[in-house]
């Protein structure tokens, strides 16, 4: 399985970037999609995520209104639309990918990820 992200960058506050994540390796449509992200000094955080229907969607508190997830299961591409962006937004954002049971408490913990791309940067200045 490949993961694949893109779409990172560098903006101001309040603007805006999309991040892609293109999967080949497996059957995309039957697997739940994730965004997390890690900042320097600070443990991988959850972002979002999207169930293999997308019948489910997940986010952070913080980023609840601002971020919003999607996914084409013809392109075996999830998206991150990442609106009035704040500089605490700053990390390496991961996207991961993993089938089976999909709860709150589960999607949640990167650990139950099997599946991760390379990260991409966003970097948001004030």
């Known amino acids: 399985v490949q993961l694949q992200a893109s779409g990172g960058g560098s903006v101001q506050s309040g603007g805006s970037l999309t991040l892609s994540c293109a999967a080949s390796?497996?059957?995309?449509?039957?697997?739940?999609m994730a965004w997390f992200r890690q900042a320097p000094g600070k443990e991988r955080e959850f972002v979002s995520s999207?169930?293999?229907?997308?019948?489910?969607?997940y986010y952070q508190d913080s980023v609840k209104g601002r971020f919003a997830i999607s996914r084409d299961n013809a392109n075996n591409t999830v998206f991150l639309q990442m609106n009035r962006l704040k500089p605490e937004d700053t990390a390496v954002y991961y996207c991961?990918?993993?089938?089976?049971?999909?709860?709150?408490?589960?999607?949640?913990?990167?650990?139950?990820?099997?599946?991760w791309g390379q990260g991409t940067q966003v970097t948001v200045s004030s």
């Open positions: 991961a990918s993993r089938s089976g049971t999909y709860t709150d408490a589960i999607v949640k913990n990167y650990k139950n990820y099997p599946y």
């Open positions: 390796g497996h059957t995309f449509r039957s697997y739940g």
């Open positions: 999207i169930s293999w229907s997308s019948g489910a969607t």
